[in-house]
């Protein structure tokens, strides 16, 4: 059975940081694209950030460039968020998405139907 299961999401101030974890198991995504998406009361989800397999490479949404950080850990089939000087519009349920299908890509800009596995979700507050 694949999951994705998030973690550390949370309320903070503005100005504030977090780190969202997401652990997969189930299925080995070393071969794959890992993604962060978030979705806003009333909004779409959005892709903020990708991480390439390998090493090969990022994606940042233009609202989350040069404050979010996304890594994976490969041996640990785990890939991370890391946010800094978070803002109120930050706000939402922060999903990990994986794209079991493609192998070596992570076509941008992201969609949603590019990846059929999903984590539930961790809401981050960020409060001004």
């Known amino acids: 059975q694949v999951q994705l299961v998030e973690s550390g999401g949370g309320s903070v101030q503005a100005g504030g940081s977090l780190r969202l974890s997401c652990a997969a198991s189930g299925y080995t995504y070393s071969r794959n694209c890992m993604a962060w998406f978030r979705q806003a009361p009333g909004k779409e989800r959005e892709g903020v950030a990708a991480?390439?397999?390998?090493?090969?490479?990022?994606y940042y949404s233009d609202s989350v460039k040069g404050r979010f950080t996304i890594s994976r850990d490969t041996a640990k089939n785990t890939v991370y968020l890391q946010m800094n000087s978070l803002k109120p519009e930050d706000t939402g349920m922060y999903y990990c998405?994986?794209?079991?299908?493609?192998?070596?890509?992570?076509?941008?800009?992201?969609?949603?139907?590019?990846?059929?596995?999903w984590g539930q979700g961790t809401q981050v507050t960020i409060s001004s």
């Open positions: 991480a390439w397999p390998g090493g090969g490479g990022t």
């Open positions: 998405a994986a794209d079991s299908v493609s192998v070596w890509v992570c076509p941008t800009p992201l969609t949603v139907a590019q990846f059929n596995y």
